[in-house]
T-cell receptor, first 112, second 120 residues
Framework: GEDVEQSLFLSVREGDSSVINCTYT??????LYWYKQEPGAGLQLLTY?????DMKQDQRLTVLLNKKDKHLSLRIADTQTGDSAIYFC????????????FGQGTELSVKP | DTGVSQDPRHKITKRGQNVTFRCDPI?????LYWYRQTLGQGPEFLTY????????KSRLLSDRFSAERPKGSFSTLEIQRTEQGDSAMYLC??????????????????FGNGTRLTVT
């Protein structure tokens, strides 16, 4: 079945790098996404990676994909207090209408 | 603002009442999705539309829930005889697809800010 797992909490100091990890089970995933959710708000798309790529970099964000191990990570360089939020990993399964399966979210806390 | 719009932002209702939420997607987006998010969890898929056609419904969508998208633009989600377990954030998302590539184009889902439902 389809399942996406994330660790629940991560705490870092301002200026450090944050690495948020995610594992998924469905090998037919086509795209994998990272969304950010601030309190009381909807989900903001941060970045995504196609399943035949290993890495994608977008400014402070680096996504690494290990398709063999079904492991996805999001690295945030120079983490700022404004990065404190819940980060969701999501997979898009092929031929399922574009719907996404989400993990339970990782709460990132950035301490000054 | 041309993003996905949801109304109301918050709804408090008594158990047993009916509620209806509205979602206005981004105007050129032909696919519209409803998700439910409970506290401490990720969003769970409920249903989605391609234009006015409802193409898939999750098992989470009990017979008390009904969603419509009559003209292929805005959508409504109605919950009848609400229960306390229905308390959650209801999120709407939309994306565009190209008929030529049968929806495989990676246009990502764009989410609204959600409607938070509290059933007392």
């Amino acid at each position: 079945g389809e399942d996406v797992e994330q660790s629940l909490f991560l705490s870092v100091r301002e200026g450090d790098s944050s690495v948020i990890n995610c594992t998924y089970t469905d090998s037919s995933s086509t795209y994998l996404y990272w969304y950010k959710q601030e309190p009381g708000a909807g989900l903001q798309l941060l970045t995504y990676i196609f399943s035949n790529m290993d890495m994608k970099q977008d400014q402070r964000l680096t996504v690494l994909l290990n398709k063999k191990d079904k492991h996805l990570s999001l690295r945030i360089a120079d983490t700022q207090t404004g990065d404190s939020a819940i980060y969701f990993c999501a997979e898009r399964i092929g031929n399922q209408g574009g719907k996404l399966i989400f993990g339970q979210g990782t709460e990132l806390s950035v301490k000054p | 603002d041309t993003g996905v719009s949801q109304d109301p932002r918050h709804k408090i209702t008594k158990r047993g009442q009916n509620v209806t939420f509205r979602c206005d997607p981004i105007s050129e987006h032909n696919r519209l999705y409803w998700y439910r998010q409970t506290l401490g969890q990720g969003p769970e898929f409920l249903t989605y539309f391609q234009n006015e056609a409802q193409l898939e419904k999750s098992r989470l969508l009990s017979d008390r829930f009904s969603a419509e998208r009559p003209k292929g633009s805005f959508s409504t989600l109605e919950i009848q005889r609400t229960e306390q377990g229905d308390s959650a954030m209801y999120l709407c998302a939309s994306r565009e697809t190209s008929p030529r590539d049968r929806g495989q184009l990676n246009s990502p889902l764009h989410f609204g800010n959600g409607t938070r439902l509290t059933v007392t």
